[in-house]
Every structure is written in C-alpha cells, then in structure tokens.
C-alpha cells in the first residue's frame, strides 16, 4: 500500500520560511505529477502549486515568486520551499500525487494527512 506523509510544518513569523517534504512510501509504484494544496479555515482547499513527472511547474498567482515546488525522483519526495511567508498563507498544506501501480497498471490519486503552516508574529 503507498502512503504521502507530509512533514515540515509549523509556526513562523512573517516573512520566514519553511520547507515542506511529502514522501511517498511502499512498493511497485511510480508518480507522475505532484501538487500541494493548502485550506485555510473557512475556505475551500486550493492549488498552490503542481510540477508533472517531466518538472514543468505551475503555481497559484498569490505564492509566485515566494513559494517554489520540486521533487526527488529517486527519493519519491516532492518539496515545497515556502519564502517571505505571510499572515494568509496560514493553512493545512496538503500533498497529492498521481500513483502508478506497475503490476497492476492501476492509476489513482493519492492525498496526504496534512501538516500545519501557521505565519504569526
């Protein structure tokens, strides 16, 4: 069974940083796109950004040029390395995945628990 874990979370003051991880663990599987989302109380969840297998990056118009998205091929890691943090991006940052199950062919997506960002002074 493949599980995402999230990690890295955590409270910062404005204009901070932090570094997301989301690994990907198990057997007989491969990723084609990772994203992060995120959901602030009271609001819908939202795409913050997503980079495809090939590393082609797209990233919500409110984290461009703060946030920047990558991944570890061989590690099964996606990241997301947040910068000049703000108040509002406060939120449960998620990670999701494309799995690809090789014996089976199975595609699916797959979400992670969630870790809390909190930007507070």
């Known amino acids: 069974q493949v599980q995402l874990v999230e990690s890295g979370g955590g409270l910062v003051q404005p204009g901070g940083s932090l570094r997301l991880s989301c690994a990907a663990s198990g057997s007989g599987f491969s990723i084609s796109d990772m994203g992060w989302y995120r959901q602030a109380p009271g609001k819908e969840r939202e795409l913050v950004a997503r980079?495809?297998?090939?590393?082609?990056?797209n990233y919500a118009d409110s984290v461009k040029g703060r946030f920047t998205i990558s991944r570890d091929n061989a590690k099964n890691t996606g990241y997301l390395q947040m910068n000049s943090l703000k108040s509002e991006d406060t939120a449960i940052y998620y990670c999701d995945a494309g799995i690809y199950r090789v014996v089976t062919g199975y595609e699916y997506r797959l979400w992670g628990q969630g870790t809390q960002v909190t930007v507070s002074s």
């Open positions: 980079i495809t297998g090939g590393g082609s990056t």
